[in-house]
């Protein structure tokens, strides 16, 4: 059984991972992202517990998809695929990965945005998938905590009072979403289900799973409101993940539920600390098959 205390948290709390450090490539802010993680997935590739250089990245919750886009800007893999259920997220990705990448980012830097042309643009029912992601990339600016599920409200006063305003950064996201489809070939994009894609892959060897599902286990129930696709079976993710012949990652909220489940499986875990969007010092477990390259 593997033993942890507060002491053993990798790397040691001096060292928590500073975000503004990692490029930020996503056009979403989005609920329990990963940026602070990238630096610990440069390290996870690089490390000896995977052949280098995967052939395939998969990425089964992929949301913002911060490490995807980090493994495919950084080609720390051959080739990548992002998973995703929600489909107003999966419009986002499907168009700046389709062919309209170009008319997406043309819409943000052409949109005057007040009170009212948010609601209305809200409100309009969308007849394409590229109307589609202008609707969601405008709602996770201007929703509190760029939370997309029913229920969120508005941004209220925001940075320097600028209201609405305050996370609609229109030329950065045009820079994001044309980097972005400078080099969509080397992603995948599959509006579906994760856990069908892990197990349709889990035979390949020379792939590997970086997996971030929602965590409403162990009665944490943050991932409910935060996404509309909340749900899982934790279990059946782990017995999956344990058919993988490759290598994975997973990370989760430190709950007394998830270590067990690792613990079941024979898996590896280690606390480590991170940032949440509040500043607040905060740890999450990651889990793997041997994380020594992490120690
Ligand atoms: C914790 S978030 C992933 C965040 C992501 N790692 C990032 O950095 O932005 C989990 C995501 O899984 C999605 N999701 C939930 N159930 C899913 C399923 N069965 N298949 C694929 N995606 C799913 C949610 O919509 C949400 O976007």
């Given at each position: ?17 500073n ?8 056009p ?43 493994v ?10 992002m998973v ?14 389709g062919?309209?990448g170009?008319w ?31 609707q ?16 969120a ?13 305050s ?10 979403i ?11 994009f ?20 970086f ?30 993940a344990?058919?993988i ?21 024979g ?6 600390p ?9 740890t ?12």
């Amino acid at each position: 059984m593997v033993q942890l205390s507060f002491f053993e948290q990798v790397p040691p709390k001096s060292e928590i991972i500073n975000v503004a450090s990692v490029p930020q490539r996503s056009p979403f802010r989005y609920p329990g992202g990963k940026t602070w993680l990238v630096p610990y997935l440069r390290r996870w590739l690089a490390g000896r517990s995977v052949p280098a250089r995967p052939a395939e990245f998969i990425e089964p919750f992929a949301g913002g998809g911060i490490a995807s886009l980090t493994v495919a800007f950084e080609q720390l893999a051959g080739h990548v695929t992002m998973v995703e259920l929600d489909e107003e997220v999966a419009a986002v990705w499907k168009t700046i990965l389709g062919e309209h990448g170009d008319w997406l980012a043309e819409q943000i830097v052409n949109f005057e945005l007040t009170p009212e042309s948010v609601e209305t643009t809200l409100a309009k029912p969308a007849h394409t998938t590229r109307q589609k992601a202008f609707q969601t990339i405008l709602k996770n600016r201007v929703n509190r905590g760029g939370i997309l599920a029913p229920g969120a409200g508005r941004v209220k006063s925001g940075e320097g009072g600028k209201g609405l305003k305050s996370r609609w950064y229109p030329r950065t996201l045009q820079k994001r979403i044309l980097s972005i489809t400078a080099i969509k070939e080397r992603i995948t994009f599959i509006h579906g289900d994760g856990i069908k894609v892990i197990s349709q892959n889990a035979y390949r060897k020379d792939s590997v799973f970086f997996i971030d599902p929602p965590y409403t286990a162990g009665g944490k129930r943050a991932g409910s409101r935060l996404y509309l696709h909340s749900e899982l079976d934790h279990r059946e993710l782990f017995e999956i993940a344990s058919r993988i012949t490759g290598d994975f990652l997973m990370t989760y909220d430190d709950a007394v539920e998830v270590r067990a489940l690792a613990q079941q499986h024979g898996f590896d875990f280690q606390v480590v600390p991170m940032k949440n969007t509040h500043h607040a010092e905060m740890t999450e477990l990651l889990i793997g098959r041997n994380l020594n390259w992490l120690r």
